[in-house]
């Protein structure tokens, strides 16, 4: 299965700020994706990363507030502009890979990244 | 589209006991179906999935899920809980393999000693 590691692991911003989050695969995957967890909730798509293209954006999620890169496919980063409280969240990278691989093979499988908590103040 | 709807969003099992976590999709197409775990403070960990293959599905930590196409459902089960199953399951459709999965609310799996 594919390895993801995001960075940061967790962060405390102060509300205006913005945050970059980086999310790194071991392995060349077809697709990245960027999913929120807000306390409590279950997780919801913010966007598909697209390589070498503008991100796919769910309904409500824009551009201006969640800048989204994808220089090539192994990397993807998640900004997260302007911070509120509202914007504390756990946000997950998430990869299909190519070819597929993991439980029973497959290319249907999504694999998820631990996660970065945010906490707005 | 598709969606996912998980009954319940609390299940209280007693160890040994039954566990029977509930989810009903919705897709226009044939689904591909998933469940993940996820533990307090953790990431998501994918515990089965269907692609049309065998309508019985089974996973990992002795769960397994049955797809019923007559009832849009695909329920996950474990004959006997443990302390350690206690988590968040969510059940998660997808209509392709493009597309990114679409999640139900989850379902928080309390087991009593």
Redesign the interface.
């Known amino acids: 299965s594919a390895v993801i590691s995001q960075k940061p692991s967790r962060d405390i911003c102060q509300r205006g700020t913005s945050l970059t989050i980086q999310c790194q695969v071991d392995s060349q995957v077809t697709m990245m994706f960027w999913y929120r967890q807000q306390p409590g909730q279950s997780l919801t798509l913010i966007a598909t990363a697209n390589q070498g293209s503008e991100a796919t954006y769910e309904s409500g999620f824009v551009i201006d507030k969640f800048p989204i890169s994808r220089p090539n496919l192994t990397f993807s980063t998640l900004t997260v502009s302007n911070m509120s409280p509202e914007d504390s969240s756990i946000y997950l990278c998430s990869v299909k890979p190519r070819g597929g691989m993991g439980l029973a093979g497959g290319q249907n499988e999504q694999f998820f990244g631990p996660g970065t908590r945010l906490t707005v103040l | 589209a598709q969606s996912v709807t998980q009954l319940g969003s609390h299940v209280s099992v007693s160890e040994g006991a039954l566990v029977l976590l509930r989810c009903n999709y919705s897709s226009s197409v044939p689904p591909?179906l998933?469940w993940?775990v996820q533990y307090p403070n953790?990431?998501?960990q994918?515990l089965?999935?269907y692609?049309s293959a065998a309508t019985l599905v089974k996973?990992?930590n002795g769960f397994e899920a049955e797809f019923k196409k007559s009832e849009t459902s695909f329920h996950l089960t474990k004959p006997s809980a443990h302390m350690s199953d206690a988590a968040e399951y969510?059940c998660a459709v997808?209509d392709s393999?493009?597309t990114?999965?679409?999640?139900?609310?989850?379902t928080r799996l309390s087991v009593i000693a």
């Open positions: 591909y998933f993940y953790q990431g998501l994918l089965l999935k692609t996973g990992i969510f997808s393999g493009n990114p999965l679409v999640f139900g609310k989850g």
